[in-house]
């Protein structure tokens, strides 16, 4: 290979890509083949190895492939140990320069510099791969802030909630100020009416029977049994003693009591009088004047806090380690140097190069919103002026309703100036 460092391949191909033997290391037939065919070569391509007589032919092939087969199982085993534990494997150059003798010992470190630098693949800087590694950093927390912020604040809708606040406290104001004066407007309609007609509007013959049987609980009960409910008289009413019905409901004449009388007479008197009192009592209300609330001063305030925070971290580590062997070596016949033609020399360099890169990015957007509103109102008790809702003759009528119409002369509290009146004198 020209260039080992930069195309390291993660496996060994074809036959020689299995597992090694759990129990050792063994030369597989694969190896065995391969290192046999390369040293028969080696052999073969020299003219003095022919010269030797067979038998020494025979063992140093023997003993060449045996070196050069265990060397080659322990790359094979390295190799597949690399693949079954996910790694790279750092790859180590070897290049042999032969040198003629005389020129051996002129060989200079320089030079095996020359020749590193000519194995070694162009690795750029540490700074230069901080660089890199920075240009290719994802902000993907602090980029979506804009984003985030926007949707958050549409979602809000901070303006339509001031808007709605307000928009709801004076509605609130309003309908209650209608409420009261519709109240008020059904009671004037109500007391200015006679009492026969408050009667037949207000008092049922059922809300008579009620009173009398919750009034008079010894004499008389509620009976169910038929088409619809009717007063009776209870068992043993005559001893409890005859209560004056006639002057508590108005009556001409002195009633028995029988069923009869309390169905034809009794429960007839008794929703009058129901319907007189009430009449009497909202009359008087009427006159006395009915409170209401009048809403006099207020503030309202909202507020909305947004809070976001975004973070990107990332953190590279970049390391290299390079590692140069040189070593001369000059041969003067004898041995395998002899036969392979005689003094040599020879330069040998070995160049480990081994780079690891580690990059970790964390990321982390937190947003918080608060939105208060709050609404102070400040108001007064005050009453409604009669005058502005009932002509003088209706006043005088209502006031005619009341039990005791002298001392419930209407006050008229704004003259025809604007300016506060006095009360009118009783008649």
């Known amino acids: ?30 190896v065995s083949r391969l290192v046999h065919a390369q040293v028969r070569a080696l052999l073969e391509s020299s003219p003095a190895f022919h010269d030797l007589p067979a038998t020494r032919r025979e063992a140093m092939s023997h003993d060449l492939e045996k070196i050069a087969a265990y060397t080659a199982a322990l790359v094979h085993e390295e190799w597949a140990q690399t693949k079954r534990l996910g790694q790279t494997p750092v790859i180590h150059q070897r290049e042999t320069l032969p040198v003629a003798a005389q020129e051996a010992s002129a060989w200079a470190p320089a030079a095996a510099q020359a020749a590193v630098a000519a194995v070694l693949p162009q690795q750029p800087p540490v700074q230069a791969l901080a660089k890199k590694q920075q240009e290719h950093f994802d902000t993907r927390a602090t980029g979506q802030v ?24 004076f509605q609130a104001i309003v ?5 009261q004066m519709e109240a008020y407007g059904a009671l004037l309609a109500n007391v200015s009416k006679t009492v026969d007609q408050f009667m037949a509007d207000n008092i049922s013959d059922n809300n008579a029977r009620d009173w009398l049987v919750n009034a008079y609980p010894s004499h008389f009960k509620v009976e169910t049994g038929g088409d619809r409910p009717r007063v009776a008289v209870r068992d043993g009413a005559g001893s409890a003693g005859k209560p004056d019905l006639r002057g508590t409901l108005g009556l001409d004449e002195d009633v028995d009591l029988s069923d009869e009388a309390a169905e034809e007479k009794l429960v007839p008197a008794a929703r009058r009088y129901l319907a007189k009192s009430r009449h009497q009592m909202l009359s008087t209300m009427m006159l006395m004047g009915i409170n209401r609330i009048v809403i006099t001063s207020g503030r309202i305030y909202a507020r909305m806090g947004f809070q976001i ?11 290299s380690q390079f590692d140069v062997k040189h070593q001369n070596k000059l041969s003067f016949g004898g041995g395998i140097a002899g036969f392979l033609g005689g003094p040599s020399g020879e330069q040998t360099t070995s160049v480990a190069y081994v780079s690891s890169k580690k990059a970790n990015s964390s990321d982390a957007i937190d947003v918080h919103a608060d939105l208060t509103g709050e609404v102070d109102l400040k108001f007064k008790s005050d009453y409604f002026p009669m005058e502005r809702f009932a ?12 039990p005791n119409p002298t001392a419930n002369t209407p006050v008229n509290t704004h003259g025809g100036d604007g300016k506060a009146a006095a009360p009118a004198p009783s008649a």
């Open 1 to 30: 290979m020209d260039r080992p460092l930069t195309a390291a391949a993660p496996a060994l191909p074809g036959p020689f890509d299995t597992v090694p033997p759990a129990q050792g290391m063994t030369i597989t037939p694969p």
């Open 146 to 169: 804009g984003r985030i912020t926007r949707d958050t604040l549409n979602a809000i809708a901070f303006p339509t909630f001031v808007a709605d606040l307000i928009k709801g406290t």
């Open 175 to 179: 309908n209650a100020s209608i409420q």
């Open 309 to 319: 925070n975004a973070q990107d971290l990332a953190q590279a580590e970049s390391a």
């Open 391 to 402: 002509k003088p003759e209706l006043m005088s009528l209502i006031m005619g309703n009341t």
